[in-house]
């Protein structure tokens, strides 16, 4: 099995996500990668106003967000100004266009067998609320004191 990043949430044959094994500030992904998924980016044509910037560069800036974890507006000027970055990630998302590319990379990764599903689950975390439980009340006699 390949190793498997999450450091930028897509799927990474070659170990770290960049060019030649190491990880580069603003370029994350490889021009092999990038093909991947450019396909299921959607197209600006027919649509009112400007057509949409690089979507290469915005979807690095995307990542590179995900990845630092930086708000919105500290993301670098590389990657074009923030709003437009954070508006196609938005954007993105309502149109399922994320759930197409990891369903596309899973898939691909899947067949390669380059995945395993492992399953597990620990009830220890799931905690009932306290009038879920079966139990009875036990009344307590009136005119008792406690000490």
């Avoid at 094994?21 to 093909?35: F, K, N, P, Q």
């Avoid at 959607?42 to 708000?71: C, K, M, N, W």
């Amino acid at each position: 099995m390949s190793s498997l990043r999450s450091r930028a949430w897509l799927l990474n044959q070659g170990g770290l996500i960049g060019f030649d094994g190491y990880m580069s500030r603003t370029s994350l992904l490889s021009d092999a990668e990038w093909a991947r998924i450019e396909p299921l980016m959607p197209s600006s044509d027919g649509q009112r106003g400007r057509p949409f910037r690089d979507h290469r560069q915005v979807i690095e800036g995307i990542l590179y967000r995900l990845r630092t974890g930086i708000a919105w507006r500290d993301l670098p000027g590389s990657f074009g100004p923030h709003q437009t970055v954070s508006k196609r990630h938005r954007r993105l998302s309502k149109d399922g266009t994320w759930d197409k590319v990891l369903a596309r990379l899973v898939a691909e990764a899947d067949a390669a067998g380059d995945l395993e599903w492992e399953l597990s689950v620990d009830s220890t975390i799931n905690r009932a609320h306290q009038h879920a439980t079966n139990a009875r009340r036990v009344e307590r006699p009136t005119g008792l004191t406690g000490g």
